[in-house]
């Protein structure tokens, strides 16, 4: 190819003036100050307060253009505690109680190690069936990227042989993707709403398993979303009714007319993975 043609590219790529810059050696005073430095190389002028904005836009746009190139069309997100323990784990759970009052706690979470095998279960099965339409693969798996319950959705995909995603988000104390993760579906996040925003664009159902003010936090902001219109309605699995009729009294919410009635219908209770599974399959016709 010639610079004749009509076809050929007139401008460098980015990249490639980037590497112009870095070959050769910045020795005046001009060409070392940061006010030099190209604006998309330079970290200390994107971490700007000002430049929030563009940040936003960076973390909506990375997430979604490897998604589109990785050909995931839809996912099945699941969201869930990140404190309840693998089977394989619950007498170590169960050594870490020194008081009486910690072994409770500690007895509790061990109790919901089944939603762990059922989260695994769940994503397994999603991940066997392997709908693919207009070369798009759809109910790919998607988790939070951390322990426990996200760690159980995609180790049951990995055990199909099947990609997930994780979308981790940036805490205080680190917070590293489980291992399970296909690494190229493996993001980070600086803002919540970001993330939020993510695990919902493609999501096409929605499993919630018990857990705390994170779950609540997505599970509810969901429901918001449905139920105002923003969003179609999705199947939305809630695990384990003796957990969220303890903590959510959602009877009381319809009977206070601070929601509707009908609003208890936005989501489905089940036990198993399987009921799960049927009740995305009968919602949306599936062969499989």
């Given at each position: 190819m010639t610079d004749k043609e009509l076809t050929r590219r007139k401008f460098y790529k980015a990249e490639q003036e980037a590497g112009f810059v870095e070959a050769h050696a910045r020795t005046?005073?001009?060409?070392?100050?940061?006010a030099y430095r190209l604006a998309f190389r330079d970290t200390e002028f994107l971490l700007r307060e000002e430049l929030r904005p563009v940040r936003f836009q960076?973390?909506?746009?990375?997430?979604?253009?490897?998604?589109?190139?990785?050909h995931i069309g839809s996912t099945l997100v699941m969201y869930?505690?990140?404190?309840?323990?693998?089977?394989?784990?619950?007498?170590?759970?169960l050594a870490t109680a020194t008081t009486p009052?910690?072994?409770?706690?500690?007895?509790?979470?061990?109790?919901?190690?089944?939603?762990?095998?059922?989260?695994?279960?769940?994503?397994?099965?999603?991940?066997?069936?392997?709908?693919v339409e207009n070369d798009m693969r759809q109910f790919v798996?998607?988790?939070?990227?951390?322990?426990?319950?996200?760690?159980?959705?995609?180790?049951?995909?990995?055990?199909?042989?099947?990609?997930?995603?994780?979308?981790?988000?940036?805490?205080?104390?680190?917070?590293?993707?489980?291992?399970?993760?296909?690494?190229?579906?493996?993001?980070?996040?600086?803002?919540?709403?970001?993330?939020?925003?993510?695990f919902l664009l493609r999501a096409r159902a929605v499993a919630v398993f018990p857990g705390g003010f994170g779950t609540f936090?997505?599970?509810?902001?969901?429901?918001?979303?449905?139920?105002?219109g923003k969003m179609k309605p999705i199947p939305i699995l809630l695990f384990g009714g003796d957990f969220w009729s303890r903590v959510v009294?959602?009877?009381?919410?319809?009977?206070?007319?601070?929601?509707?009635?009908?609003?208890?219908?936005?989501?489905?209770?089940?036990?198993t993975a399987e009921q799960a599974w049927d009740r995305i399959v009968e919602f949306y016709d599936l062969d499989c």
């Open positions: 005046t005073p001009q060409q070392q100050d940061p960076l973390e909506l746009m990375k997430p979604e253009m490897l998604l589109d190139e990785a869930g505690s990140a404190r309840i323990p693998a089977p394989e784990q619950v007498e170590a759970a009052e910690r072994k409770a706690v500690v007895e509790r979470l061990v109790a919901k190690s089944k939603y762990y095998e059922e989260a695994r279960k769940l994503a397994t099965i999603a991940s066997e069936c392997a709908v798996v998607c988790s939070g990227g951390g322990p426990s319950i996200m760690e159980a959705a995609n180790r049951g995909a990995a055990e199909a042989g099947a990609e997930s995603i994780g979308l981790n988000i940036v805490l205080p104390h680190e917070q590293a993707p489980n291992s399970f993760v296909t690494p190229h579906l493996s993001f980070q996040f600086h803002y919540f709403a970001l993330r939020k925003m993510h936090d997505e599970f509810f902001e969901l429901l918001t979303l449905i139920q105002t009294n959602f009877t009381a919410l319809a009977e206070e007319g601070v929601i509707n009635a009908e609003d208890v219908n936005l989501f489905t209770l089940v036990e």
